[in-house]
């Protein structure tokens, strides 16, 4: 089964949108936007990026 993005509604009633995989797990979730089409915007951007992110290890 393929992921999903969801938009949802926070407890200050400000637009989010969780990433979540085929089964079920939370793979990500955005800051706060004012409006849905902010929120698809940041979906779009996910979208176009993440597929070539590079892995950096921060952890020292």
């Known amino acids: ?3 999903t993005f969801e ?3 926070d407890a200050s009633a400000r637009i989010r949108f ?7 797990q ?3 979730a955005s800051e706060d936007d004012t409006t849905r089409a ?4 940041g ?4 979208q176009m990026h993440a597929f070539d992110s590079a ?3 921060v952890v020292e």
């Open 18 to 24: 969780r990433q979540k995989a085929g089964i079920g």
């Open 38 to 41: 902010a929120a698809k915007n």
């Open 55 to 57: 892995l950096v290890d």
């Open 43 to 46: 979906i779009g951007s996910v």
């Open 26 to 28: 939370l793979n990500a």
């Open 1 to 3: 089964m393929a992921g």
């Open 7 to 9: 938009f949802y509604e």
